[in-house]
């Protein structure tokens, strides 16, 4: 009988919602933590997770059987149910509607792990604008404006 065999590097960039529920230093690992938790629960692979105040990035090996969608559907709806449990922030937490996500070759693993768990230091230079941006001109995505996420500046 013949297996199924795949390699798919998946890199996820999703942003909150609100401005005032912005993702703080002293609880953004455990977030971390707990959205590798959740792509273990589909059966993805998690490779790393990170972000900065406004965003998360997820890089992770996609299950075959589940799509793209389906596995940031929950990441982000199990997170945001999470982060309102333990009332990490005033009001309500919410992420924004939408995501990128873009696929890598397994050549280009460790250098995407590096990119994702420096990303404190790369905000120090780059606003999250200008690095969402970046990756959809990077990997050619057209886009239309009215449809990117609402960044912040601070």
């Given at each position: 009988m013949a297996n199924t065999y795949t390699q798919l590097n998946v890199h996820a960039v999703f942003s909150v919602k609100g401005r005032r529920n912005f993702i703080s230093k002293k609880w953004s690992e455990e977030l971390h933590k707990y959205i590798a938790g959740t792509l273990k629960e589909t059966k993805n692979f998690s490779l790393?997770?990170?972000g900065y105040k406004d965003h998360v990035h997820i890089?992770?090996?996609?299950n075959p059987s589940i799509s793209v969608s389906d596995v940031l559907k929950n990441v982000k709806s199990k997170s945001s149910k999470w982060i309102n449990i333990k009332n990490f922030v005033s009001g309500k937490f919410e992420w924004q509607a939408g995501y990128g996500a873009f696929t890598?070759?397994?050549s280009q693993r460790n250098a995407v792990i590096k990119y994702i768990m420096k990303q404190e230091e790369h905000h120090g230079k780059h606003s999250f604008k200008d690095e969402y941006l970046e990756l959809l001109r990077r990997n050619e995505i057209k886009y239309e404006d009215a449809y990117i996420f609402e960044f912040y500046d601070d």
């Open positions: 790393a997770v990170g890089f992770f090996e996609l890598y070759s397994r």
